[in-house]
């Protein structure tokens, strides 16, 4: 059964601080890592990954996958109450269609 | 610039009511997906299209029906609801390349009494 899970669940910190969000997973078929924010309503594309160590970053946020070990981290640093969300990864696979395993989620906060 | 639009964005049936959430998307994507959200399980796929007329069942099909007549629209059916469906719904749609991310609506919130 294919699985991604993410760690922490939720995690509060300070403005300005730096985060470090978890997934693993453990599929048939990997084609792709993808990070995704979900505020309010739909979740919004944040970076997809296929290589093993090479680093996408778009401003404050990056992203790694280490394919090997088979898990993926999203660091944001000099958190902002903007970046307060539910952190969604997915695991894309192949079966007839790209389809994506979600894990649970980790639902950042951020404090003024 | 629409994107990926869901109607409605609210609902609430009786049990044993059936109803139709429709998904249109702007984008001339050849794939969608239907995905429910409840809390602490993240998304699940529930049925999805690689293309007009074509469908297929994804990871928890029961209690749901698909339709996908024209390229821009894909609609998701309950023919008796239950308890069980009352969830968040999301529609995504895609490129048909692996490369590509799904892109996603603001969701149909759906309960069932």
């Known amino acids: 059964e294919d699985k991604v899970v993410q760690s922490p669940l939720s995690l509060v910190v300070h403005e300005g601080d730096t985060v470090t969000l978890n997934c693993s997973y453990e599929?048939?078929?990997?084609?792709?890592l993808l990070w995704y924010k979900q505020e309010k309503k739909a979740p919004t594309f944040l970076f997809m990954l296929?290589?093993?160590?090479i680093e996408k970053k778009s401003g404050r946020l990056s992203s790694i996958l280490d394919k090997k070990e088979l898990f993926s981290i999203l660091n944001i640093t000099a958190t902002q109450t903007g970046d307060s969300a539910v952190y969604l990864c997915?695991?894309?696979?192949?079966?007839?269609?790209?389809?994506?395993?979600f894990g649970q989620g980790t639902r950042l906060t951020i404090n003024p | 610039n629409a994107g990926v639009t869901q109607t409605p964005k609210f609902r609430v049936l009786k049990t044993g009511q059936s109803m139709t959430l429709l998904c249109a998307q702007d984008?001339?994507?050849?794939?969608m997906y239907w995905y429910r959200q409840d809390p602490g399980m993240g998304l699940r796929l529930i049925h999805y299209?690689?293309?007009?007329?074509?469908?297929a069942k994804g990871e928890v099909p029961d209690g749901y029906n698909v339709s996908r007549l024209k390229k821009q629209n894909f609609l998701l059916g309950l023919e008796s609801a239950a308890p069980s469906q009352t969830s968040v719904y999301f529609c995504?749609?895609?490129?048909?390349?692996?490369?590509?991310?799904?892109?996603f609506g603001d969701g149909t919130r759906l309960s069932i009494l």
């Open positions: 995504a749609s895609s490129l048909p390349y692996s490369n590509q991310p799904q892109h």
């Open positions: 599929v048939t078929n990997f084609r792709s």
């Open positions: 296929t290589s093993s160590g």
């Open positions: 997915a695991v894309g696979i192949i079966q007839g269609a790209q389809k994506l395993v």
């Open positions: 984008m001339n994507h050849e794939y």
């Open positions: 299209s690689v293309g007009e007329g074509t469908t």
